[in-house]
């Protein structure tokens, strides 16, 4: 296996992140054509710098190439009927095509683990979809459990 890299997002690293954004927004359409609809750009270019500016967005490289991306905040729970925590939530996560399976994403997961501690985070989270059975089996090897169940009626 090769040697896996995880690092911040860099402003030039956005044509490669918008790549890999495009082949899962496919992947959403094939999957839910009633929700997803394909569009010439996934991840606007300024929200994008916005999650460079607030340390929120990670690649992952192999050989200097970009592979994977993950993509975070951090949410605050405070309310009168639940225990107050801070999570670090993924918005994102992503290994490009010809990647998978190669440990990309547990590299990922790795370094979030070291952003929760240096933070002193509650936990993380998550949302998968339904249909992406390998992503699901992936979240589960690294220890993700299921925390609730997202239902619709069309």
């Known amino acids: 296996m090769e040697h896996i890299t995880v690092r911040y997002a860099e402003e030039n690293d956005y044509p490669h992140i918008e790549k890999i ?3 899962i927004q496919d992947m959403h359409v094939t999957w839910r054509p009633d929700i997803y609809k394909r569009g010439d750009i996934v991840l606007p270019y300024e929200v994008f710098k916005e999650a460079i500016y ?4 990670l690649v992952a490289e192999i050989n200097s190439q970009i592979v994977g991306l993950l993509f975070f905040m951090i949410r605050h729970i405070e309310n009168n009927v639940q225990v107050t925590r801070d999570i670090l939530f993924i918005d994102s996560m992503a290994v490009a095509a010809g990647y998978r399976g190669q440990g990309v994403g ?9 952003i929760k501690k240096q933070r002193n985070l509650d936990g993380i989270e998550l949302q998968v979809n339904a249909k992406n059975l390998d992503a699901r ?7 993700f459990t299921e925390k609730s169940v997202n239902m619709e009626l069309l």
Do not use: C, I
């Open 106 to 114: 547990r590299s990922l997961f790795a370094f979030v683990k070291d």
């Open 21 to 23: 954004m495009q082949q």
């Open 54 to 57: 607030d340390k929120s967005f």
């Open 137 to 143: 089996a992936m979240y589960e090897r690294y220890g």
